[in-house]
């Protein structure tokens, strides 16, 4: 069975929603049609495999079909694919998972791996990583790893954040792209200046998760990795000192958001600095996915965040991780592991990579001669990177920042003052949240 999915109205990919509710959602999520299980093969069936995918969009829905369809050429496995779109595969996830969930399916590296493998949601992979941990490094290693040291996660590709902007916008205009943070804002005052929106915003509806890559870069560039890392953690305050100083500087750059960003969806955003509307925008390289003009690619390029403090440089990069789990109890145990040492390796990456473009592969010994510019320089950023982040709701708990984060700062956001009062109130919520 392969469930229609629902692509999203908005004319372009939802890539990165917030869990409204990965600890919580309750049973009625799995009484709908949004997520179920294909029901997969019965069980002794050693023929196929089922997999869940939240690959919907059409990209990556192209991409997972051409990496099924290899991996049964080379098995005779067939792969049943539950495809559901992005933002309801997220809300749903739980009650699917304690359901009858496929065999196999897409989800994100970090705490949101180790949320469902700690909750026994997800069963671990320690032999498929003995035959593909050769070509992943260290830090994919460890961003693969539950709480309790063994394997849960098998990543596929990541993208980096970073600031975006057009070639052509620059030339015309003979701007530079910034290194520092004085020279970030000096840019902008020059562009707003020029009758540009200096950097494209949109977090309507939604997309309120759009905020959070500015957040998290203005705070890894002031106050660094470990920092910020105690913060998504839940081990540091969010009235500490360190903070206002973010809210500071994000005050500081916050006249130069486009305009009615609050009612705007990303993809909106991302389009008016595609049409030389707005000179900057703070996104991810999914911002591909919305360009099929190869010269509009060519005319794309990025920077990374600018320093702030040169104590810390430039040297974390916010690079999510997507890939795949086990569940807990998959119906064809062997043809899943087949699968996910299959989805583990080069081959696998070379494929999806070849038909998605907005992304980079994690596996060391994949083949990068085919990638776009975008995708070499993406390489680049992240292979350079002395920290790599996964984003505020894969780094933290998403239900602290989907219900507490994200409302304080987008209201802060639409009038923003000194952030006294946001970064309490954020506070008060802390504890119902962490422990210790």
């Known amino acids: 069975m392969t469930q229609q999915s629902r692509i999203p109205a908005a004319g372009g990919p939802r890539r990165r ?163 520092t943070w004085s020279q970030f804002v000096a840019l902008a005052k020059q562009m707003k200046k020029d009758g540009l929106s200096p950097i494209a915003s949109g977090y309507g509806g939604g997309d309120s998760w759009s905020i959070l890559g500015a957040f998290d870069y203005l705070n890894l560039r002031a106050n660094g990795y470990d920092f910020h890392m105690d913060l998504m953690h839940g081990s540091v305050a969010w009235s500490d000192k360190r903070m206002s100083r973010v809210l500071d500087l994000w005050r500081e750059i916050a006249p130069y958001y486009q305009p009615g960003a609050g009612g705007r969806s990303w993809q909106d955003a991302a389009q008016s600095l595609l049409e030389k509307k707005s000179g900057m925008a703070v996104i991810g390289l999914f911002l591909g996915q919305q360009v099929t003009d190869p010269a509009l690619r060519d005319d794309i390029d990025f920077f990374p965040f600018p320093e702030i403090d040169p104590a810390h440089g430039m040297d974390s990069v916010e690079a999510p991780t997507d890939g795949f789990m086990l569940s807990r109890d998959p119906k064809n145990p062997e043809g899943a592991r087949k699968f996910l040492e299959f989805l583990g390796s080069p081959e696998a990456e070379n494929i999806y990579m070849g038909v998605d473009p907005s992304n980079v592969a994690v596996h060391s010994k994949a083949d990068t001669s085919k990638y776009n510019a975008l995708q070499k320089k993406s390489a680049e950023l992240i292979g350079a990177a002395k920290h790599i982040t996964q984003f505020s709701d894969r780094d933290s708990d998403p239900g602290f920042i989907s219900t507490v984060v994200l409302p304080g700062l987008t209201q802060w956001l639409s009038h923003p003052d000194d952030g006294t009062a946001t970064l309490k109130k954020i506070e008060s919520q802390r504890a119902r949240f962490f422990s210790g």
């Not at 080379?74 to 992005?86: A, G, I, S, W």
């Not at 998972?97 to 994100?108: A, N």
């Not at 705490?111 to 070509?135: C, H, N």
């Open 17 to 179: 929603s917030v869990v409204n509710g990965m600890m919580g959602v309750g049973a009625a999520a799995l009484a709908g049609p949004a997520l179920a299980a294909c029901g997969g093969p019965p069980a002794g069936d050693t023929k196929s495999v089922t997999f869940g995918s939240n690959g919907a969009d059409a990209t990556p829905k192209k991409a997972y079909a051409a990496v099924t369809k290899a991996f049964t050429g080379k098995t005779e496995l067939k792969v049943k694919t539950n495809t559901v779109d992005h933002d309801t595969f997220q809300k749903s996830i739980s009650s699917y998972l304690q359901g009858t969930p496929d065999d196999t399916f897409t989800w994100f590296a970090g705490y949101r791996m180790q949320y469902f493998a700690e909750k026994k949601l997800a069963g671990p992979v320690d032999d498929v990583w003995e035959t593909i941990g050769s070509g992943y490094s260290e830090a994919a290693k460890q961003l693969s790893k539950g709480t309790d040291g063994k394997y849960y996660f098998v990543p596929l590709y990541n993208y980096p954040w970073a600031v975006f902007y057009r070639k052509s916008v620059f030339k015309e205009r003979g701007y530079t792209a910034p290194a």
